[in-house]
């Protein structure tokens, strides 16, 4: 089994930085991609970014691009997400997630990934 745990979400003001972790324990050295998803009040849970490690590559929304970066610590099995120049339309829970058989052409999908953090609550105000 594995076991995501996230935190450094919080409040921020628009232009501001936050930097959200994700702790894994258990079996996970076996995960092909390790991503981080949001989802704000009344809308679906959407990608925000992943590294597949097939082939190393890090991957963004569109929306993200330029101004979050995906990172990870293996030897602290740990993920993060670091984020500047935030936006209100930022405001989400972000959630952190491993998958052990997500295919490339999946990588946007939160279908794809089999465990999930417990989610952390960035707000972007003023």
């Known amino acids: 089994q594995v076991q995501l745990v996230e935190s450094g979400g919080g409040l921020v003001q628009p232009g501001g930085s936050l930097r959200l972790s994700c702790a894994a324990s258990?079996?996970?050295?076996?995960?092909?991609?390790a991503g981080w998803f949001r989802q704000a009040p009344g809308k679906e849970r959407e990608f925000v970014a992943a590294i597949f490690r097939t082939n190393g590559r890090t991957y963004y929304d569109d929306s993200v691009k330029g101004r979050f970066t995906i990172s990870t610590d293996n030897a602290k099995n740990t993920l993060f997400l670091q984020m500047n120049s935030l936006q209100s339309e930022d405001t989400a829970v972000y959630y952190c997630?491993?998958?052990?058989?997500?295919?490339?052409?999946?990588?946007?999908?939160?279908?794809?990934?089999?465990?999930w953090g417990q989610g952390a609550q960035v707000t972007v105000s003023s």
């Open positions: 258990g079996r996970t050295f076996s995960n092909v991609a």
């Open positions: 997630a491993l998958g052990p058989r997500t295919v490339l052409s999946g990588l946007r999908n939160p279908t794809q990934y089999q465990y």
